[in-house]
């Protein structure tokens, strides 16, 4: 009889290890997922700038009449400012 209980004893041990590694074991899954979760949430916003920004460039480019955009920077060059001093309005006698 007691034996039986020893048995028991260790049946129901190894039982509850078994069932604690099953829970650290699912533990450690659920953090590799929300991991994973985490990292393709991180690259989805990544691309997601970087077409963005991507788009703003190539919108740019083709708003020019070259492939390479030159026209488009002299463009947007000469609707700048111009830097040269501009003439006086009045003359100054000497």
């Given at each position: ?7 028991a ?13 099953v ?14 979760l985490?990292f ?9 700038e ?7 460039g190539?919108n ?8 390479c ?17 501009k ?8």
């Amino acid at each position: 009889m007691e034996q039986r209980s020893v048995f028991a004893n260790f049946r129901e041990k190894n039982f509850k290890v078994c069932v604690r590694n099953v829970v650290c074991l699912l533990e450690n899954q659920a953090l590799k997922w929300s991991n994973r979760l985490l990292f393709t949430l991180w690259m989805c916003f990544i691309l997601e700038e970087v077409s963005f920004f991507l788009r703003k460039g190539l919108n740019l480019v083709s708003s020019g009449t070259s492939i390479c955009g030159v026209e488009d920077a002299l463009l947007h060059t000469s609707l700048m400012p111009s830097m040269q001093p501009k003439p006086c309005i009045k003359s100054y006698k000497r």
